[in-house]
């Protein structure tokens, strides 16, 4: 196990000497012990602190503390040699400042500043520290703690008398070029505390925040801010200009190296060890599995396949054991029942159901047997009875209308309609209107399609033919005596009504025939068909739809042949299942 933690180490190594693989060059300088001026109590600490911040984070620092010109001067052409070469340079003053004429001097331990002439020799431009920098260093960073309550200030100020305007509070607004960042105490203009503790509150927050690791310096700053803030009681706001064009981050964020899990066995082995097994009906296999991986990736799928395995071989062993059960008795194939039906249901003999019921007597269509049986049994009774009373009939004298003009003539025989005939049984209305307005189609008096719907139409028809046939009826609704008697009725009984462009021809509406010439432009109209056109005026133009209401097909019948009430047959054929696809067409 020592190679992989020489591999640890190894990666700990890089990856502290990756966070410091840039140079990095700072120049640290505090003033404190002024010879012309009040000492001030915190520049020195703040160099101290600030120095030590820096080192830890990887700069190479030149210090000055207490430095008078000469020393500054010096000081900072030390710093100025070693920037040749360095990635990032950091510059931080902590001291006496003061800005004249919108520029920004620093002032060293021994400066008077009597006259604006002693501003050359006495006072160091910030802008030598960093036109030095930004020739040098891709990426320069500036703090200036030097914006304290100044009297070499106010003695320069008195000294130039009207021109002491130009001398300001604080420190000027400084530009930078492209990379840099320069960071005051206060705001431009304004000026800063030293504060009552060892530190300044400026040099305070940047010694808390400066370099949190993986965090960028404009988030350090914004902590600074709000730290300064708080601490002066919104007196003094920390400001800063910066041309930066990324992300600096001072300290990288630490590296978590996760040590690699002990190696397992192969998952190749397991993963072909379950193929060979997974389809295996005996419960062995998956035993022998779950014994070598008992953790492995296909351990609950096993587990599960074992007790299905057992709860089957119990099951079987239980089945073997018990007894053989009595064979049960099976019934009639149904398939040979319902063939058996297919071939009665339409059959009009009472007999062929009583076979199927003694045959199959609780079978499917058992109750559907005995129900036609009923009704096959009713209708013959209808039908004898039916036949007796026509026979009865027959005896009646039917007398015809005297005309008004005072004829005598025998009273009609009245007839009752009644929903059943006359011996009483059932005859469903739909079918006794059907059949009633063939009889009425057949015998002259149109209700136009034979649909089993007797409305306004069929009521004149029949109103028409009792008045044609010297019948009173005692209603205009179906009945079946009405239908018997006109059964009995042949030949036409309405008279032929044609249209105004028609005229009756051997008991058909056929067109007039029209003068020659007679058309608009004076051409000749051509000759009339007559057997077409009285098929055309007394017979619809199409036969198939004219049959559609008169035919009942059923699922075995593909040809049928039946008599319009103009008086034609139309003939129409189906193909096998497919009743819409009717071909018909009118006999000649």
Same mark, same amino acid.
């Given at each position: 196990?020592?190679?992989?933690?020489?591999?640890?180490?190894?990666?700990?190594?890089?990856?502290?000497?990756?966070?410091?693989?840039?140079?990095?060059?700072?120049? %640290?300088?505090?003033?404190?012990?002024?010879?012309?001026?009040?000492?001030?109590?915190?520049?020195?600490?703040?160099?101290?602190?600030?120095?030590?911040?820096?080192?830890?984070?990887?700069?190479?620092?030149?210090?000055?503390?207490?430095?008078?010109?000469?020393?500054?001067?010096?000081?900072?052409?030390?710093?100025?040699?070693?920037?040749?070469?360095?990635?990032?340079?950091?510059?931080?003053?902590?001291?006496?400042?003061?800005?004249?004429?919108?520029?920004?001097?620093? /002032?060293?331990?021994?400066?008077?500043?009597?006259?604006?002439?002693?501003?050359?020799?006495?006072?160091?431009?910030?802008?030598?520290?960093?036109?030095?920098?930004?020739?040098?260093?891709?990426?320069?960073?500036?703090?200036?703690?030097?914006?304290?309550?100044?009297?070499?200030?106010?003695?320069?100020?008195?000294?130039?008398?009207?021109?002491?305007?130009?001398?300001?509070?604080?420190?000027?607004?400084?530009?930078?070029?492209?990379?840099?960042?320069?960071?005051?105490?206060?705001?431009?203009?304004?000026?800063?505390?030293?504060?009552?503790?060892?530190?300044?509150?400026?040099?305070?927050?940047?010694?808390?925040?400066?370099?949190?690791?993986?965090?960028?310096?404009?988030?350090?700053?914004?902590?600074?801010?709000?730290?300064?803030?708080?601490?002066?009681?919104?007196?003094?706001?920390?400001?800063?200009?910066?041309?930066?064009?990324?992300?600096?981050?001072?300290?990288?964020?630490?590296?978590?190296?996760?040590?690699?899990?002990?190696?397992?066995?192969?998952?190749?082995?397991?993963?072909?060890?379950?193929?060979?097994?997974?389809?295996?009906?005996?419960?062995?296999?998956?035993?022998?599995?779950?014994?070598?991986?008992?953790?492995?990736?296909?351990?609950?799928?096993?587990?599960?396949?074992?007790?299905?395995?057992?709860?089957?071989?119990?099951?079987?062993?239980?089945?073997?054991?018990?007894?053989?059960?009595?064979?049960?008795?099976?019934?009639?194939?149904?398939?040979?029942?319902?063939?058996?039906?297919?071939?009665?249901?339409?059959?009009?003999?009472?007999?062929?159901?009583?076979?199927?019921?003694?045959?199959?007597?609780?079978?499917?269509?058992?109750?559907?047997?005995?129900?036609?049986?009923? /009704?096959?049994?009713?209708?013959?009774?209808?039908?004898?009875?039916?036949?007796?009373?026509?026979?009865?009939?027959?005896?009646?004298?039917?007398?015809?209308?005297?005309?008004?003009?005072?004829?005598?003539?025998?009273?009609?025989?009245?007839?009752?309609?009644?929903?059943?005939?006359?011996?009483?049984?059932?005859?469903?209305?739909?079918?006794?209107?059907?059949?009633?307005?063939?009889?009425?189609?057949?015998?002259?008096?149109?209700?136009?399609? %034979?649909?089993?719907?007797?409305?306004?139409?069929?009521?004149?028809?029949?109103?028409?033919?009792?008045?044609?046939?010297?019948?009173?009826?005692?209603?205009?609704?179906?009945?079946?005596?009405?239908?018997?008697?006109?059964?009995?009725?042949?030949?036409?009984?309405?008279?032929?009504?044609?249209?105004?462009?028609?005229?009756?021809?051997?008991?058909?509406?056929?067109?007039?025939?029209?003068?020659?010439?007679?058309?608009?432009?004076?051409?000749?109209?051509?000759?009339?068909?007559?057997? /077409?056109?009285?098929?055309?005026?007394?017979?619809?133009?199409?036969?198939?739809?004219?049959?559609?209401?008169?035919?009942?097909?059923?699922?075995?019948?593909?040809?049928?042949?039946?008599?319009?009430?103009?008086?034609?047959?139309?003939?129409?054929?189906?193909?096998?299942?497919?009743?819409?696809?009717?071909?018909?067409?009118?006999?000649?």
């Amino acid at each position: 196990m020592r190679f992989p933690a020489f591999l640890l180490t190894l990666l700990l190594i890089l990856s502290c000497g990756a966070a410091h693989a840039e140079r990095r060059v700072a120049l %640290v300088i505090g003033n404190s012990a002024y010879v012309h001026a009040a000492a001030l109590p915190n520049p020195k600490n703040d160099a101290l602190g600030m120095s030590e911040k820096l080192e830890d984070l990887g700069f190479e620092v030149v210090r000055g503390v207490d430095l008078d010109l000469g020393a500054m001067r010096g000081t900072i052409r030390d710093f100025v040699g070693k920037l040749e070469g360095a990635d990032m340079a950091l510059f931080f003053y902590a001291g006496h400042g003061l800005q004249v004429g919108g520029e920004n001097y620093l /002032a060293p331990v021994d400066a008077r500043l009597r006259s604006y002439l002693d501003l050359d020799f006495e006072a160091v431009p910030v802008n030598l520290v960093l036109t030095a920098m930004e020739r040098a260093a891709k990426v320069n960073l500036v703090f200036l703690d030097a914006c304290r309550d100044n009297p070499l200030a106010e003695t320069l100020a008195r000294s130039m008398g009207t021109r002491s305007g130009s001398v300001g509070r604080g420190l000027a607004k400084v530009g930078s070029g492209v990379g840099s960042l320069v960071s005051f105490a206060t705001q431009p203009g304004n000026v800063a505390l030293d504060g009552a503790g060892d530190n300044s509150p400026f040099t305070t927050a940047l010694l808390k925040h400066l370099g949190t690791p993986g965090q960028d310096i404009t988030r350090d700053l914004v902590l600074v801010r709000r730290d300064v803030l708080q601490q002066t009681g919104g007196k003094q706001v920390p400001w800063d200009n910066s041309s930066l064009t990324g992300e600096v981050i001072l300290k990288a964020a630490p590296v978590v190296v996760t040590p690699p899990e002990p190696a397992g066995p192969d998952p190749r082995v397991e993963l072909t060890y379950w193929e060979t097994i997974k389809g295996g009906s005996s419960a062995a296999y998956f035993e022998t599995y779950l014994k070598r991986f008992p953790d492995g990736q296909f351990a609950d799928l096993a587990r599960l396949r074992l007790e299905d395995l057992k709860a089957a071989e119990t099951a079987a062993r239980e089945e073997k054991a018990r007894p053989a059960p009595e064979p049960v008795a099976t019934g009639p194939d149904p398939r040979i029942e319902l063939a058996y039906w297919q071939s009665v249901q339409d059959a009009g003999s009472v007999g062929m159901f009583q076979s199927y019921l003694a045959r199959y007597p609780e079978g499917i269509y058992a109750e559907l047997a005995r129900l036609k049986i009923d /009704a096959l049994t009713r209708a013959a009774e209808a039908g004898a009875q039916s036949a007796a009373q026509s026979a009865a009939q027959d005896k009646v004298t039917v007398a015809s209308l005297a005309p008004e003009e005072g004829r005598q003539a025998e009273e009609p025989a009245a007839l009752d309609r009644s929903p059943t005939g006359p011996s009483g049984a059932a005859i469903e209305p739909a079918e006794l209107a059907r059949s009633l307005q063939q009889e009425l189609n057949r015998v002259g008096c149109s209700v136009g399609t %034979v649909d089993g719907d007797w409305g306004a139409r069929s009521r004149r028809a029949l109103s028409t033919y009792g008045k044609e046939a010297g019948i009173r009826l005692s209603s205009l609704d179906p009945s079946a005596e009405v239908l018997e008697q006109i059964r009995r009725s042949s030949g036409r009984v309405c008279p032929l009504a044609c249209g105004a462009n028609q005229e009756e021809r051997n008991g058909r509406c056929v067109a007039k025939p029209q003068a020659a010439g007679g058309a608009a432009g004076g051409a000749t109209t051509a000759r009339v068909d007559s057997k /077409a056109t009285a098929s055309a005026g007394a017979c619809p133009a199409d036969a198939r739809n004219a049959a559609r209401p008169l035919i009942k097909w059923n699922y075995r019948q593909l040809f049928a042949v039946v008599q319009h009430p103009c008086g034609r047959k139309i003939t129409c054929t189906i193909p096998p299942n497919s009743y819409n696809d009717m071909n018909c067409f009118w006999e000649k």
